[in-house]
C-alpha cells in the first residue's frame, strides 16, 4: 500500500474526529449559556446538526488535498491555494451558523435561587 492509499483512508476518519471536535465546542458554549446540546431543540435541532456535519465534511477534503498534492505528477499547488481557502471559509461560515442556532434554540434558564441579589 503507497501512501496516496494511506492519505486516501485518513479522510473519513478526520472526518469523525472534526465532527466531534465541533459538537464539543458546542456543547461548551452551550453549557456557559446554562443549557445541553442533548435539550430539545425540535426542528433547529436538525438544522445545526446538518450545519456541523456540512462544516466537518468540508475540513478533510482539504487536510487530504494538501496531503496528496506532494505525491502529484506533476505537482501543482494551484487548486489547493483557490479553493483551500475558499472551502475553509464555507466551512467556518456553516459552523459559525451552527454556534448562532445553538444560542438562538436554547431555553432561558432563570438563575438559582442562591444568585439572586
Known amino acids: 500500500m503507497d501512501i496516496r492509499t494511506t492519505i486516501s483512508f ?9 465532527v466531534g471536535v465541533l459538537f464539543g465546542i458546542l456543547q461548551f458554549l452551550a453549557a456557559r449559556r446554562g443549557g445541553s446540546l442533548r435539550e430539545n ?3 433547529g435541532g436538525w438544522v445545526i446538526a446538518l450545519e456541523v456535519l456540512f ?14 498534492t506532494p505525491y ?5 499547488w494551484t487548486p489547493i491555494l483557490i479553493w483551500g481557502p475558499l472551502l475553509g471559509a464555507l ?9 448562532r442556532g445553538v444560542g438562538r434554540n436554547l431555553p432561558i ?3 438559582p435561587a442562591s444568585q439572586k441579589g
Open 91 to 99: 466551512g467556518v461560515a456553516a459552523f459559525v451558523m451552527a454556534c
Open 10 to 18: 485518513v479522510g473519513p476518519v478526520i472526518t469523525i474526529g472534526i
Open 72 to 76: 502529484n505528477v506533476p505537482v501543482d
Open 41 to 43: 431543540f425540535g426542528a
Open 109 to 111: 434558564h432563570p438563575a
Open 55 to 68: 462544516a466537518a465534511s468540508i475540513f478533510p477534503g482539504i487536510i487530504v488535498n494538501v496531503l496528496m
